[in-house]
């Protein structure tokens, strides 16, 4: 079935970059996904990548994807305080998203 | 454009009561499904939806049931609560599984 792992916690200083990584079993999208959730609301969606791409960047995000290896990252550069949320992977055409990373931005 | 919407937004219930917690979406998607979240933890799948009148089970569909009449409701309900069902209940919906996922803001629940 299907298996989505990422790690838990990341936490980092105002003003570094953040690398949330997320490894899968199997994928067969069209898109992969990542989503945003912040403190008491839903998730949304914060940027994707087709599946027939390596990179793509949208401003401060870089989203690298290593098919061969099943490994999908999301780069912020300059975190802020305010990207401080639940992060989440989503790189099946199913309903199945990954556990979620926790970044914590310092001031 | 209201997009997915939950309601109600909090809910306590006694052990044993049931009770159904609503999802409207107004984009005409086809797919729908619920998930929980317990603190600390991903989305874990209840149910889902691939269009008007067809259902399917997620990873963790005991003590729930839903139906799904219209393509715009996809309503959940619990059966009979118990304390293990105390969490946070997400619905969402997209045009196609594998297009972007659209939530509700959520429905917390506590069962005493």
New interface residues.
């Given amino acids: 079935g299907e298996d989505v792992e990422q790690s838990p916690f990341l936490s980092v200083r105002e003003g570094d970059s953040s690398v949330i990584n997320c490894t899968y079993t199997d994928s067969s999208s069209t898109y992969l996904y990542w989503y945003k959730q912040e403190p008491g609301a839903g998730l949304q969606l914060l940027t994707y990548i087709f599946s027939n791409m390596d990179m793509k960047q949208d401003q401060r995000l870089t989203v690298l994807l290593n098919k061969k290896d099943k490994h999908l990252s999301l780069r912020i550069a300059d975190t802020q305080t305010g990207d401080s949320a639940i992060y989440f992977c989503a790189p099946f055409n199913k309903f199945y998203f990954g556990s979620g990373t926790k970044l914590n931005v310092k001031p | 454009n209201a997009g997915?919407t939950q309601t109600p937004k909090f809910q306590v219930l006694k052990t044993g009561q049931s009770m159904t917690l609503q999802c409207a979406q107004d984009m005409n998607h086809e797919?729908m499904?619920w998930y929980r979240q317990d603190p600390?933890?991903?989305?874990r799948?209840i149910h889902?939806s691939v269009g008007a009148g067809i259902t399917d089970q997620?990873e963790v569909p005991n003590g729930y049931n839903v139906s799904r009449s219209t393509t715009e409701d996809f309503p959940l309900r619990l059966l009979s609560a118990a304390p293990s069902q105390t969490s946070v209940y997400?619905c969402?919906s997209s045009r196609t599984?594998?297009?972007?996922?659209f939530?509700?803001?959520?429905t917390r629940l506590t069962v005493v």
Avoid: P, R
């Fill in positions: 997915v797919y499904s600390g933890m991903g989305l799948l889902y997620g997400f969402a599984v594998n297009t972007e996922a939530f509700g803001q959520g």
